[in-house]
């Protein structure tokens, strides 16, 4: 392998370790409703209407397992917990801000380059 080539993979490795500890794209959503502060499990549920209870706790499970959000025991009686984000994620804010300009930018209908908004919208209907 060329040296240049080497030095391409570098690049890329920091990249791609973000990447794994982010995992998916409910992941950032979650974050993004945490960095207003403390939730409740069924807040979350209630602020992201697509998402359901048990991807929702997967998601969650896994933030947790990452170090990018903590669970708290609010009470025992009744049982409720909260979710915030740990330092790790508070740091992922400026970032989790720049995808929610670009997204307003680009892939927002009526806006931006309407070959990205017809990929979006295309990715949608598959989901469904």
Request: charged residues 25%; hydrophobic residues 40%.
């Amino acid at each position: 392998m060329t040296e240049m080539k080497h030095e391409e993979e570098r690049q890329i490795c920091p990249m791609v370790a973000a990447a794994k500890i982010l995992g998916s794209m409910w992941s950032l959503v979650v974050i993004s409703y945490l960095t207003t502060g403390p939730k409740g499990f069924n807040e979350l549920l209630r602020l992201i209407p697509s998402l359901n209870s048990k991807t929702l706790s997967r998601t969650l499970k896994a933030l947790q397992s990452r170090g990018l959000v903590k669970r708290n025991v609010v009470s025992l009686q009744p049982f409720a917990v909260s979710y915030s984000l740990t330092p790790m994620a508070e740091d992922l804010k400026p970032l989790l801000e720049g995808l929610r300009r670009w997204s307003v930018k680009w892939l927002s209908e009526g806006s931006g380059d309407q070959a990205a908004v017809k990929a979006m919208a295309n990715v949608r209907r598959a989901k469904n």
